[in-house]
């Protein structure tokens, strides 16, 4: 598999739909305003100046990966890459002012709708000092854009910013890398967050459980297994791409370090430019499992259509753990759910001897 910059389809989603003739309206429709959400958004964010020069503003979550619906949050933060200015909260009260009438502000924990520093994106990896709002927002940044995007025309913070994350997990491999003679592997640091955040996503569902007492259960237990699950599993396929299916750059770079650390962090920047859903698809493709990624990208379309329809949504929202086990708007997503789960184990263990082999030595153990 080749990273999105070097691709020659440039649309993972449509290709497939091409080759297989199938279609995901619900797919397309939240792209679609999501995109356009995103646009109104910039406009107004720029036309007000509110963006200082050292920042950019950074939207998460559905708004950010095309699976907008009227009922998504709008997560976002403002990203600093510069000195600690007093005015910086002054921007962010007139952003949440500014983005009121747009839809839902961000949940009510904290992560976003405030100021992140990029130092301590950076240099706060792992360790006491790795709290779990900073891990969340750096994973986002770096998968969920597979997930994160900032204004158009800002001064290019965020992709600063990501190439500074990057360096960070590769240089850390170092020691790794050395002893194989700088041989293309699956960037073992960088993989080991992606996984510890995707087990960290899953305990703190238990926690917010007991914490809100049940409240918001269902749908949360609903996006932790398919839109949380997606992300993780977009940077899994990004960490064994770089071993399985490494693009002609990083070939050529392979032997010395700074060729080859330059390469592989263009490489995984390339996946930091697009919905997760794309590089999952991408992945399937160049194992031949055009079928099993049509079966995945069904499930999801299903399962954006169920949050895009606002009743319904509703519902989850509002569903109790004792009245999901016999509500049938639950028990359909719980299928739906299911479905897309057999689909990742049929992917990953049952589609090529390699892949299988890769997934057990990096992702298992």
């Keep these: 598999m080749q990273p999105p910059s070097e691709t020659a389809t440039g649309d993972p989603l449509r290709a497939l739909s091409e080759r297989t003739g199938r279609s995901w309206p619900h797919v397309e429709e939240c792209a679609s305003a999501a995109k356009r959400r995103r646009g109104e958004i910039a406009e107004q964010l720029t036309t007000q100046k509110l963006i200082p020069a050292d920042c950019a503003w950074v939207t998460y979550g559905s708004l950010a990966r095309d699976e907008y619906t009227q009922g998504s949050d709008i997560d976002w933060t403002l990203l600093v890459d510069g000195a600690a200015d007093p005015q910086h909260l002054n921007t962010v009260q007139a952003i949440s002012t500014t983005l009121g009438q747009f839809g839902k502000a961000p949940g009510r924990t904290g992560v976003f709708g405030g100021l992140v520093s990029s130092h301590d994106l950076i240099h706060r990896i792992g360790g006491d000092a790795d709290t779990n709002q900073n891990t969340t927002r750096r994973m986002l940044l770096l998968l969920e854009l597979l997930e994160s995007r900032e204004v158009p025309g800002s001064s290019g913070v965020r992709e600063r910013v990501l190439r500074n994350i990057l360096r960070r997990y590769l240089e850390e491999d170092h020691g790794y890398h050395e002893i194989h003679g700088y041989e293309i592997r699956v960037p073992r640091f960088l993989l080991n967050d992606i996984v510890r955040f995707w087990r960290t996503m899953a305990v703190d569902f238990a926690a917010k459980r007991r914490e809100r007492a049940g409240e918001g ?8 297994r398919l839109s949380r699950k997606l992300i993780f599993v977009a940077g899994l396929a990004m960490c064994l791409t770089c071993e399985l299916r490494p693009p002609p750059s990083l070939l050529a770079a392979s032997g010395t370090s700074k060729d080859f650390y330059d390469a592989l962090q263009e490489v995984l920047l390339a996946f930091a430019n697009r919905p997760p859903l ?5 992945f399937a493709s160049h194992f031949g499992a055009d ?9 999801y379309d299903l399962f954006l259509g169920m949050l895009a329809d606002s009743e319904t949504r509703r519902n989850l929202e509002q569903m109790t753990l004792e009245q999901a086990v016999t509500d049938p708007t639950f028990n359909r997503a719980r299928e739906i759910g299911t479905r897309f789960q057999g689909a990742l184990t049929k992917l990953f263990f049952a589609t090529d001897e390699e892949l299988t ?9």
């Design 217 to 224: 259960w269902a749908i949360r237990n609903v996006k932790l």
């Design 278 to 282: 794309d590089t999952l698809v991408e």
């Design 291 to 299: 079928a099993v990624a049509s079966e995945l990208v069904d499930q």
């Design 357 to 365: 082999r890769a997934t057990q030595r990096y992702g298992v153990f």
